[in-house]
């Protein structure tokens, strides 16, 4: 990719609209490879590098909508050292205790502890919650990313999406799938956070 598709890509994310899809299809399309360099580099698993790399895109579309790209590498060098960055962030978290430190116990285990028909209802009654509470936050997340994060959940594949909401391509829908994830889980963490 050379500076001309860079600035094309730039211009493209700045304009939005429906063209902005498009570009951000372009942008995850063009560096897909740094998934592999991730797990031959970094000794990390090809979902976390997979996960990683999404993250990648989605924090440098936001900042080159945002004006924090300023152009003075070329997107390749700029996105390959946000990916970096995730990756060892993903290397610490993983051999750090420091979030096994605060652990409390699971309800999930504490459950099993329970007779069976007792353990029956009350899984049943955590999952209605935690169905009840995601659908309040989709709910504040937009209409269009309630309906993917749903079609999604019920099965459907990016292309199918992409055929149902009328998006150019599943890796559009992907994009935004994975960006309509990040909001609910920052919206969900704040929550708690608060608690």
């Known amino acids: 990719m050379g500076a001309d598709s860079d600035m094309a890509i730039v211009e493209g994310l700045k304009a939005g609209g429906g063209q902005r899809r498009i570009f951000e299809g372009n942008l995850y399309k063009s560096f897909f490879y740094f998934i592999r360099q991730g797990v031959r580099k970094y000794g990390i698993s090809e979902e976390d590098a997979s996960s990683a790399y999404s993250d990648t895109i989605i924090s440098v579309i936001n900042n080159i909508i945002k004006g924090s790209f300023e152009g003075r590498s070329a997107l390749k060098s700029y996105g390959y050292k ?3 960055n995730k990756c060892v962030d993903l290397l610490r ?3 750090t205790n420091k979030g096994k430190v605060n652990q409390a116990i699971p309800i999930d285990s504490l459950v099993f502890e329970l007779p ?3 353990r029956t209802a009350i899984q049943q009654l955590l999952m209605k919650e935690e169905r009840n509470y995601l659908m309040e936050r989709l709910i504040a997340l937009g209409e269009k990313c309630r309906q993917i994060l749903l079609f999604f959940e019920d099965g ?6 992409a055929g149902f909401m009328e998006y150019n391509s599943a890796d559009v829908v992907k994009t935004s799938r994975l960006r309509c ?3 609910l889980k920052k919206k969900v963490n704040i929550e708690q956070t608060v608690k």
Request: hydrophobic letters at 30%; charged letters at 45%.
């Open 93 to 95: 978290k993983d051999t």
């Open 156 to 161: 459907y594949s990016d292309k199918d999406i």
């Open 116 to 118: 069976d028909q007792a």
């Open 181 to 183: 994830l990040e909001k």
């Open 82 to 84: 946000i990916f970096s």
